[in-house]
């Protein structure tokens, strides 16, 4: 059974920073590609960065240069470090393993990151 569970999120500052954790149990995280993804109020869910399994890192415009996505295979852990937040960075920040073959993608919970002006 596969289980994601987030955490690092909080309230910072405009210019502050946070890492975001999501934990896995029942898979290897470098045996899919794992994204985070997050969703502001009243807005669609949208990919925010992605680590594929042979380490490509892609990260949405808004985030590129501030964010860095990464993985800890031995702790099955997937990081997003966020630096530099803004105001326009406030949602529910998501973890996702993404699907292969045969095998359905999963979603975490979710974890609130807000930042203040």
């Known amino acids: 059974q596969v289980q994601l569970v987030e955490s690092g999120g909080g309230l910072v500052q405009a210019g502050g920073s946070l890492r975001l954790s999501c934990a896995a149990s029942?898979?290897?995280?470098?045996?899919?590609?794992m994204g985070w993804y997050r969703q502001a109020p009243g807005k669609q869910r949208e990919s925010v960065a992605r680590?594929?399994?042979?380490?490509?890192?892609n990260y949405a415009d808004s985030v590129k240069g501030r964010f860095t996505i990464s993985r800890d295979n031995a702790k099955r852990t997937v990081y997003l470090q966020m630096n530099s937040l803004k105001p326009e960075d406030t949602a529910v920040y998501y973890c996702?393993?993404?699907?292969?073959?045969?095998?359905?993608?999963?979603w975490g919970q979710g974890t609130q990151v807000t930042v203040s002006p």
């Open positions: 996702l393993q993404e699907s292969s073959g045969l095998v359905p993608g999963h």
């Open positions: 029942g898979i290897i995280v470098n045996a899919y590609t």
């Open positions: 680590i594929t399994t042979g380490g490509t890192s």
